[in-house]
């Protein structure tokens, strides 16, 4: 699945425990791997990231290593920057979690339909799975940074603007055992997987 585009690169957030998963998209993706070895957690693990992300010329995708990018992703990827360039917009859009969101993703989702728009947006990043901050909003993004909340509420409320969701994701989920040690003490037994994947 080795695709390039000069303009993009990645970032893929990965755990030890799912080595095999990291190294396989950081190969596909020519991507660079940020591996929390020692259970940090995730939060910590894509703030490095978009540490990186910010030292780089070209606009960073984070990725997850529990991500499973379809075909032609980073192609497609690369569409929604040039329509978007200011907007930080997440690739995934998920069933199951959190929980509180489903029933209006349910409903944007029908007025999105009704209107014929390929897009919704939601007043924060409610997915850390595969996103993308734009370059002039990383610094803002790392300066309002709070290390107690988990990665996506993290990025979403320092960024403090809407997020771009495609309505068809290009990138579901494994949808395996949750590895982090999640703040609300919660298991993760809902089903989590994309609304509608692209193709």
């Not at 990018?69 to 199951?96: C, H, Q």
């Amino acid at each position: 699945m080795t695709q390039n585009n000069n303009n993009i690169r990645f970032a893929v957030v990965g755990h030890h425990s799912r080595l095999d998963h990291a190294f396989s998209l950081m190969k596909s993706l020519n991507a660079v791997l940020f591996l929390d070895e020692m259970n940090h957690g995730s939060a910590w693990n894509h703030h490095r990231a978009l540490l990186w992300a910010n030292k780089q010329q070209e606009r960073v995708v984070i990725i997850e290593d529990d991500a499973k990018p379809i075909k032609n992703f980073v192609n497609l990827v690369a569409k929604w920057f040039d329509r978007f360039p200011e907007s930080l917009i997440s690739f995934y859009l998920g069933t199951g979690r959190p929980p509180q969101y489903q029933s209006t993703i349910a409903e944007k989702l029908i007025a999105a339909d009704k209107v014929q728009s390929d897009y919704i947006t939601l007043p924060r990043l409610i997915h850390g799975v595969c996103y993308s901050v734009p370059k002039d909003g990383l610094d803002r993004v790392i300066a309002n940074w709070n290390s107690q909340k988990p990665a996506d509420f993290a990025v979403g409320d320092a960024w403090n603007e809407e997020v771009i969701y495609p309505c068809y994701s290009l990138v579901d989920h494994l949808d395996e055992i949750s590895v982090e040690d999640h703040y609300d003490k919660q298991k993760r037994t809902e089903r989590r997987r994309a609304w509608r994947l692209y193709g």
